[in-house]
């Protein structure tokens, strides 16, 4: 096989062969661009932690109240807002609330009772946030229906 510089610059041109000196700027280049990037990804993450959540546990205590349970993994300077439902065997919005979580120690458990209209069947951590604006799903109650008002630090939404 003949070495590639061996061959003239027109072949060369026409097969694509670069200089080891092209190669190795190229190669820098990609290199530093590499680095840069994952500065910025490290800088961006220090400066905004994610909040982690997960249900722990629900117990229906009531026709009125379901007692939730929960954790939270944040940065400890961070006011969380976690958004909880709850909902009856035909899966209609009994409660609904978004909890407050004054900035703190990093993991905490949170129990909170979920003031519901009638007997839950099950309750939901639909997220957490430290934005009290948050992707998850409104509230969903029927026509008619008293939205129940929540215990601080719980919001109940407005009815609309």
Same mark, same amino acid.
């Given at each position: 096989?003949?070495?590639?510089?061996?061959? %003239?610059?027109?072949?060369?041109?026409?097969?694509?062969?670069? %200089?080891?000196? &092209?190669? %190795?700027?190229?190669?820098?280049?990609?290199?530093?661009?590499?680095?840069?990037?994952?500065?910025?990804?490290?800088?961006?993450?220090?400066?905004?932690?994610?909040?982690?959540?997960?249900?722990? &546990?629900?117990? #229906? #205590?009531?026709?009125?109240?379901?007692?939730?349970?929960?954790?939270?993994?944040?940065?400890?300077?961070?006011?969380?807002?976690?958004?909880?439902?709850?909902?009856?065997?035909?899966?209609?919005?009994?409660?609904?609330?978004?909890?407050? #979580?004054?900035?703190?120690?990093?993991?905490?458990?949170?129990?909170?009772?979920?003031?519901?209209?009638?007997?839950?069947?099950?309750?939901?951590?639909?997220?957490?946030?430290?934005?009290?604006?948050?992707?998850?799903?409104?509230?969903?109650?029927?026509?008619?229906?008293?939205?129940?008002?929540?215990?601080?630090?719980?919001?109940?939404?407005?009815?609309?």
């Amino acid at each position: 096989m003949p070495n590639l510089k061996d061959l %003239s610059p027109q072949m060369q041109q026409r097969y694509g062969v670069q %200089s080891s000196r &092209t190669s %190795s700027i190229l190669l820098g280049i990609l290199i530093a661009l590499l680095v840069v990037g994952g500065a910025f990804y490290v800088n961006f993450h220090q400066q905004n932690p994610g909040i982690s959540s997960q249900l722990l &546990t629900f117990n #229906v #205590v009531s026709d009125t109240e379901v007692d939730v349970t929960w954790e939270v993994n944040r940065s400890a300077d961070t006011t969380t807002y976690c958004v909880l439902r709850a909902q009856d065997d035909h899966r209609t919005d009994v409660g609904y609330a978004t909890i407050t #979580v004054a900035a703190g120690a990093p993991y905490q458990q949170i129990r909170y009772p979920l003031a519901t209209g009638t007997k839950a069947a099950l309750a939901e951590l639909l997220g957490c946030s430290a934005s009290s604006t948050m992707r998850v799903p409104p509230a969903n109650f029927p026509p008619g229906v008293k939205i129940p008002d929540q215990p601080a630090p719980g919001v109940a939404p407005s009815a609309s």
